[in-house]
């Protein structure tokens, strides 16, 4: 199975501070996403990749920056980060040709004051 | 709108009692997949599959793409079955959708 780790596991951030997720894989998957989980909203999709260099805007980008320097790692940036973006997120990766076929880090507890 | 609904939304069993956990779609897909979580934990895939019925030990997917449904019949339930599932059809932008999930408690 793939492994997908993400750091760090919990963080808590001040509002309008700069928040940087990392996640890292090492399967060489094409393709990485970043959800964010809440309660009443299930999973839903921030910023995804096809690959190193590039980044696509999923369902609900806004607030949300995401870099793929590598085939292995994928960022997710808050810039100016507000309670509002309080969530647990959750990196993923999978085959280019399998959308259906992700595989989940543990996720990051990320709490704005 | 909700792209993806699921239902019941919670359900609460007794151990060695079958569940059954419904998923309906507006969206068009070619396939379904069905993730497990724990709470306040990692997604992990339980079955995947475009059409027909698809079985991984206790665990049958039964999937109707023209009619947008999915199921999961979760046979003999035990203690350890306890969590969310979620419902994932694929779109045919190289991602997936989730619905909201069913949250399973499974009594002693």
């Known amino acids: 199975e793939a492994a997908v780790t993400q750091s760090p596991r919990n963080k808590v951030a001040v509002t309008g501070g700069k928040v940087t997720l990392s996640c890292n894989q090492t399967n060489n998957h094409n393709n990485m996403y970043w959800y964010r989980q809440d309660t009443g909203h299930g999973l839903r999709l921030i910023h995804y990749s096809y690959g190193a260099g590039s980044t696509e805007k999923g369902d609900i980008p806004d607030g949300y920056k995401a870099s793929r320097p590598s085939q292995e790692n994928f960022s997710l940036i808050l810039e100016l980060a507000t309670p509002s973006q309080t969530s647990v997120y959750f990196c993923a990766s999978g085959d280019r040709d399998k959308p259906h076929e992700q595989y989940f880090g543990p996720g990051t507890r990320l709490t704005v004051l | 709108e909700q792209q993806v609904q699921q239902s019941p939304a919670s359900l609460v069993l007794q151990e060695a009692e079958n569940a059954e956990l419904q998923c309906s779609f507006s969206?068009?897909?070619?396939?379904v997949q069905w993730f497990y979580q724990r709470p306040g934990g990692r997604l992990v895939s339980l079955l995947y599959n475009p059409s027909g019925t698809k079985q991984s030990g206790r665990l049958t997917s039964t999937t109707v793409i023209k009619e947008r449904r999915s199921s999961l019949h979760i046979s003999s339930s035990q203690i350890t079955d306890s969590g969310t599932y979620l419902c994932?059809?694929?779109?045919?932008?190289?991602?997936?959708?989730f619905g909201k999930g069913t949250h399973l408690h499974v009594l002693p």
């Open positions: 969206i068009f897909t070619n396939q």
């Open positions: 994932a059809p694929d779109t045919n932008a190289y991602k997936v959708i």
